[in-house]
Structure formats: C-alpha cells, structure tokens
C-alpha cells in the first residue's frame, strides 16, 4: 500500500481508517449450495471451503497442480487442500459439505460465525465429477469479497458455469481411473504432467457411461454458458461477539463418509 507524504494525506488516511475498524462484527453466514447443471449431466464432489484474509492461494492458472488442488481433482477429498487453507490462513474458518451433489439437489452447508474484516473472502474448491481431473474453484483467492467496509454482505451469490471448469491436466481421462463410475479404480492413474487450464472436453469420455449415482451420463447438451453450481450466502448479525468459528476437527471426515455412503447407496 502506498501512503502520501504529505501531513495532510496521512490525517486524510488515519480519519477515513477508523470507522472500518469500529465497522467490523461478526455474522452468523448461512451457506447453501446447489446442483443446477441439467439433468444427467455433472455432479460434484463435497464442496471444500474457507471464508479467510485473502492470503490461500491452491493454485493458478498455466501451471503445474500441486498437492492442493490434486487432493480435489482427481478425488475430492481435499486432504491435502484443508490442512493447506489452515497452514497459510490460522485464522480462517473451514467447512465442507457433505456427500455428492447430483443433478438438480441443494444442500444447506450450515451457518458459520464469521468476522466480516478477518474472513472476508470466500475461496472453494470441489470436483466435477464423472471425471479424473476436472474441478470448479477460484484461482484468485480474493476473488469473492463478502462484505462491505461497513461488515454488509455484499454477495449473495456465486453462479458457476460449463465455461468456469478447470481441467489440473494431473492425470490423463481414463472413465477406468475416474471417480463416480462404477467399478473404476480412482486410486489408479497415469500422470498427465500438463498445465492448469479451463477446459471441460473430458467429460465426453463419460457420454453413455452409467455413473454411481445410477443415471447415464449425457453431456452433449453442455455449453460454456450452461449453469452448473451455485453458492448462496445470507447473514444475520450476531449481538455478542464470539471467538469466529472453525471447522471441528472430524468434519471433513464426515464429508467423506457422505460422499462414500452416497456412492455406496446409488450403486445399490
């Protein structure tokens, strides 16, 4: 940040800064999710998420996946992209969802204590599923600035399309190797060793294939304007100010016992 020189620029900057600090509180934020792709067409793995300071950054575009992003590409689990959110950001709250989100569902994540100054950004990642690579995320992670200098929510919503796909380009399209198709081996894979790209061309290895949520994946019908995913967000003002929430120590465990026990009942 550049400041001015000048004694009148930095009374101008010391005036203006104080009523941020007072406009800080804590909300009680409300997250919904929901699966509006069209019928028999992509599902997602659970959404992992964090509201934090802007400062996580899992991965960019025209570059090589890391450990982060892969533990959502390729399986959904982010293993490896939690504990990371956590490391890099101490002070941001953490969740997940839980269980797949199959065509034309919603799901309230849960409502979560955030501190409209220190957790302003909301950063995500799941994977698109059928597929061995593919997921939806922002590479940017002050990208969804959730509240206004005075701590009002500001955005009510994330809507995600065909077009916002990220291919991590980890591990070559293979439907034996890919997550959500029956009998496919997920921890099987050939490395691709290519660059972060969006791209969303994979999925047509699925067309035809059965998926472990029971319905026969079609994506003929996809188009980069095509809505998928949707994030929506509510707040009420919280009157006695507690320490912000974080994300109790199994819930990303539970997640993927969903997730699991989603596949388990759809191949039923």
Do not use: C, H
Request: glycine share 8%.
């Amino acid at each position: 940040m550049r400041f001015k020189t000048l004694a009148t620029g930095a009374i101008a900057i010391a005036v203006t800064a104080a009523p941020m600090a007072v406009a800080a509180k804590t909300v009680a934020l409300t997250v919904t999710i929901e699966n509006i792709a069209p019928e028999n067409t992509v599902s997602f793995a659970p959404l992992r998420f964090g509201f934090g300071n802007g400062t996580f950054d899992a991965f960019n575009i025209n570059e090589a996946a890391g450990a982060e992003i892969i533990s959502i590409a390729e399986g959904g689990s982010g293993s490896a992209w939690l504990p990371a959110f956590a490391a890099a950001d101490p002070g941001a709250v953490i969740g997940s969802s839980a269980g797949a989100q199959i065509p034309g569902t919603s799901q309230i994540v849960g409502t979560f204590n955030i501190d409209t100054e220190a957790n302003r950004f909301f950063t995500f990642a799941n994977m698109v599923v059928p597929s061995n690579d593919l997921f939806l995320g922002n590479d940017n992670p002050m990208a969804f600035n959730l509240f206004d200098d005075d701590g009002n929510l500001q955005l009510f919503d994330i809507t995600q399309t065909v077009a916002a796909i990220w291919d991590a380009n980890s591990e070559v399209a293979d439907p034996d190797n890919a997550a959500f198709i029956p009998g496919a081996n997920n921890d099987a894979r050939i490395a691709e060793n290519g660059l972060i790209a969006f791209a969303f061309d994979e999925l047509s290895v699925f067309n035809g294939l059965t998926t472990a949520a029971g319905y026969v994946f079609d994506g003929s019908n996809l188009r980069l304007d095509t809505d998928i995913f949707r994030v929506t967000f509510s707040a009420v003002d919280v009157n006695e100010v507690a320490e912000p929430a974080a994300i109790l120590p199994f819930a990303s465990g539970l997640a993927l016992l969903g997730f699991a026990a989603v596949r388990r009942r759809r191949r039923a």
